[in-house]
């Protein structure tokens, strides 16, 4: 069955430090990956996907994340945070056709000043 | 374009009543899709829905159903609510295989 562990539960960086957030999954098959934020009360924003080609993909708000096959991961990476960025990230594997998306557990996003 | 819209947003039910939970998806999509989220399980796959049948289904009871209309806006129903229910139901459109999808703000179910 198709999975995704995101092993950080917590990360706290400090405004402009760069930033790495990890992403493991297990598919049988060339995945979809995606990643996703959600602040506080809100639904989930589509940061960046890769489908296929270039393994280094760029997104929204300065994010890309880079598909290493070999370590079956997609980390997500931003050279320098904003206090904005304090949020919640989850790392998703498209599975199972039909738009199923299998997330994993979450990364909760601190900034310290 | 406005985005996905979901409503109530938040919601109070006492165990054993049912619940329904709407979404309208952006104009256009046609793919609707919902998860369930809580503290402890995470975001969970519920059921997809595209040109009012369901193509897919996660693995909960079968007191979680849905349908989609021919606008397609969606509804799913919660039936005989237990505690364990009471969790964010995200609703996601996205445009037929394109994969990517944009997820509404969610409906917030206690249930006491």
């Known amino acids: 069955a198709q999975s995704v562990t995101q092993p950080d539960i917590h990360i706290t960086v400090s405004e402009g430090a760069s930033l790495e957030l990890r992403c493991n999954y297990s598919?049988?098959?060339?995945?979809?990956l995606f990643w996703y934020v959600q602040s506080p009360g809100q639904g989930l924003q589509l940061l960046l996907k890769?489908?296929?080609?270039?393994?280094l993909v760029q997104g929204i708000k300065g994010f890309e994340a880079e598909f290493k096959r070999s370590q079956s991961s997609f980390n997500l990476r931003k050279p320098s945070v904003h206090w904005s960025d304090a949020a919640e990230y989850f790392c998703a594997v498209g599975a199972g056709g039909a738009q199923k998306l299998v997330f994993g557990q979450g990364t909760r996003l601190t900034i310290n000043p | 374009k406005a985005g996905v819209t979901q409503t109530p947003r938040y919601l109070i039910k006492t165990r054993g009543q049912q619940v329904t939970l709407s979404c309208s998806p952006i104009s256009g999509h046609r793919s609707v899709s919902w998860y369930q989220q809580t503290p402890g399980q995470g975001l969970q796959f519920l059921f997809e829905y595209f040109s009012e049948t369901q193509r897919n289904k996660g693995n909960f009871p079968g007191r979680f159903s849905g349908r989609q209309f021919s606008n397609s806006r969606s509804e799913m129903n919660v039936s005989t609510l237990e505690l364990g229910d009471s969790a964010l139901y995200l609703c996601a459109s996205g445009v037929a295989e394109a994969w990517e999808q944009y997820f509404g703000p969610g409906t917030r179910l206690t249930v006491t």
């Open positions: 598919y049988g098959a060339t995945p979809y």
């Open positions: 890769y489908f296929s080609g270039d393994t």
